[in-house]
Nanobody, 120 residues
Framework: QVQLVESGGGLVQAGGSLRLSCAAS????????MGWYRQAPGKQREWVAT???????NYVDSVKGRFTISRDNAKNTVYLQMNNLKPEDTAVYYC??????????????WGQGAQVTVSS
């Protein structure tokens, strides 16, 4: 019904930047909140940032001032611009979207994950 496809991960040196993208497709009627989570090796998945349909944003304290979440509603896409990356940002990053389908079913959907590795 719905797919979230991520792109943009990779390997970068500390202090560098990466931009993640996540495009939603399928039987979409409306998208509410969109967000990013991450999971480092041996750790639980943690919330990173959220953007509402009205473009309000929130961030976990550890990324404030370095990461920026944005969305393009016409493209059903959410972005995460990551600047001044640190080794502790290394993780698999997952996008998430709260979607109302054309069948009027409202569900949280996840992307497949994108590896971000920051070397020191």
């Amino acid at each position: 019904q719905v797919q979230l496809v991520e792109s943009g991960g990779g390997l970068v040196q500390a202090g560098g930047s990466l931009r993640l993208s996540c495009a939603a497709s399928g039987s979409i009627f409306s998208i509410y909140n969109m967000g990013w989570y991450r999971q480092a090796p041996g750790k639980q998945r943690e919330w990173v940032a959220t953007i509402t349909s009205g473009a309000s944003t929130n961030y976990v304290d550890s990324v404030k001032g370095r990461f920026t979440i944005s969305r393009d509603n016409a493209k059903n896409t959410v972005y995460l611009q990551m600047n001044n990356l640190k080794p502790e940002d290394t993780a698999v990053y997952y996008c998430n979207a709260d979607i109302l389908t054309t069948a009027r079913s409202r569900t949280s959907w996840w992307g497949q994950g994108a590896q971000v590795t920051v070397s020191s």
